[in-house]
């Protein structure tokens, strides 16, 4: 079992940054894939950007490339989406993932979900 706090979100204006945070207890945190996904009122959660175990594999959805960074830190048992150029459209709540078996854009084949952050862009 992986528990997954997310942390950071907040109100920012468009093309500023935000740092997101994401804690996982419970089981070898090294081991798993982790991902960002996210969530805008009346839409279905999109892909974000996933990171393998190692760090050494990173997976970005075309709209954020270039402007989001993924990385983890295992020794912290914590992954990190650094946001930059925010714009209203990036505004949603993010969700990070966890999963046991190789990266993945899917949502369901992630095993282990938090709570979400609520990420705000104003114009």
């Known amino acids: 079992q992986v528990q997954l706090v997310e942390s950071g979100g907040g109100l920012v204006q468009a093309g500023g940054s935000l740092r997101l945070s994401c804690a996982a207890s419970?089981?070898?945190?090294?081991?798993?894939?982790m991902g960002w996904f996210r969530q805008a009122p009346g839409k279905e959660r999109e892909f974000v950007a996933a990171?393998?175990?190692?760090?050494?594999?990173?997976d970005y959805a075309d709209s954020v490339k270039g402007r989001f960074t993924i990385s983890r830190d295992n020794a912290k048992n914590t992954v990190y989406l650094q946001m930059n150029s925010l714009k209203p459209e990036d505004a949603a709540v993010y969700y990070c993932?966890?999963?046991?078996?190789?990266?993945?854009?899917?949502?369901?084949?992630?095993?282990?979900w938090g709570q979400g952050t609520q990420v705000t862009v104003s114009s």
């Open positions: 993932a966890a999963r046991s078996y190789g990266s993945s854009r899917y949502a369901y084949l992630y095993n282990y």
């Open positions: 990171i393998t175990w190692s760090g050494g594999n990173t």
């Open positions: 419970g089981r070898i945190f090294s081991t798993y894939v």
